[in-house]
């Protein structure tokens, strides 16, 4: 005898079970977009060029780090995910100029809640010189948004549909 769905609350269960792995597994390959090697933080933010006054934390620290995702939740029939920043897993050491000086202005010390601000207008200042790739637009956002845009994330989603047989048709 076969499995059989005997009402709505199993049905809605069930579905919910397949979209809360549909929306992890495109959460975890939008996060791995953002972060991994060849991700927009390694290439545009990191690879736009060195400091001399500080190492790069990267994952232990550093902008890296202060990325991830949150696993799927569920209110209802409602499931999200979210890829989000936590800029207090960074690093700050101002004496070290790392995520904070003691020359910022207004006399902030620590920008790690806003440099990510700082990084995608590139209003970080000349206090390491008039040029420099710190004072270049590093938007590592603006590609995410463009896969929203061009259809890639509903490539995603309908590929993880397919994956688990569900037909998937966008209205």
Same mark, same amino acid.
């Given at each position: 005898?076969?499995?059989?769905?005997?009402?709505?609350?199993?049905?809605?269960?069930?579905?919910? =079970? !397949?979209?809360?792995?549909?929306?992890?597994?495109?959460?975890?390959?939008?996060?791995?977009? =953002?972060? &991994?090697?060849?991700?927009?933080?390694?290439?545009?933010?990191? $690879? @736009?060029?060195?400091?001399?006054?500080?190492?790069?934390?990267?994952?232990? $620290?550093?902008? =890296?780090? @202060?990325? !991830?995702?949150?696993?799927?939740?569920? @209110? $209802?029939? /409602?499931?999200?995910?979210?890829?989000?920043?936590?800029?207090?897993?960074? /690093?700050? &050491?101002?004496?070290?100029?790392?995520?904070? #000086?003691?020359?910022?202005?207004?006399?902030?010390? &620590?920008?790690?809640?806003?440099?990510?601000?700082?990084?995608?207008?590139?209003?970080?200042?000349?206090?390491? $010189? !008039?040029?420099?790739?710190?004072? #270049?637009?590093?938007?590592?956002?603006?590609?995410?948004? !463009?896969?929203?845009?061009?259809?890639?994330?509903? /490539?995603?989603?309908?590929?993880?549909? /397919?994956?688990?047989?569900?037909?998937?048709?966008?209205?």
């Amino acid at each position: 005898m076969t499995n059989m769905i005997l009402n709505d609350q199993q049905l809605t269960a069930i579905v919910v =079970l !397949d979209m809360t792995d549909i929306i992890n597994e495109v959460a975890d390959q939008l996060l791995k977009k =953002l972060k &991994d090697s060849g991700g927009f933080i390694e290439t545009i933010v990191y $690879g @736009a060029g060195s400091p001399s006054w500080y190492p790069r934390q990267k994952e232990s $620290g550093g902008l =890296l780090g @202060a990325y !991830d995702k949150t696993d799927a939740t569920v @209110a $209802g029939t /409602t499931i999200t995910a979210e890829v989000g920043e936590h800029p207090e897993r960074m /690093t700050f &050491d101002p004496e070290n100029f790392i995520h904070g #000086s003691y020359y910022w202005k207004d006399g902030t010390t &620590d920008i790690r809640k806003i440099l990510s601000d700082i990084i995608t207008e590139g209003t970080s200042g000349p206090l390491f $010189g !008039d040029t420099g790739f710190w004072m #270049s637009p590093r938007d590592f956002w603006q590609p995410l948004l !463009d896969m929203l845009e061009s259809g890639e994330v509903d /490539t995603m989603i309908e590929s993880a549909f /397919t994956k688990r047989k569900i037909k998937f048709i966008k209205m």
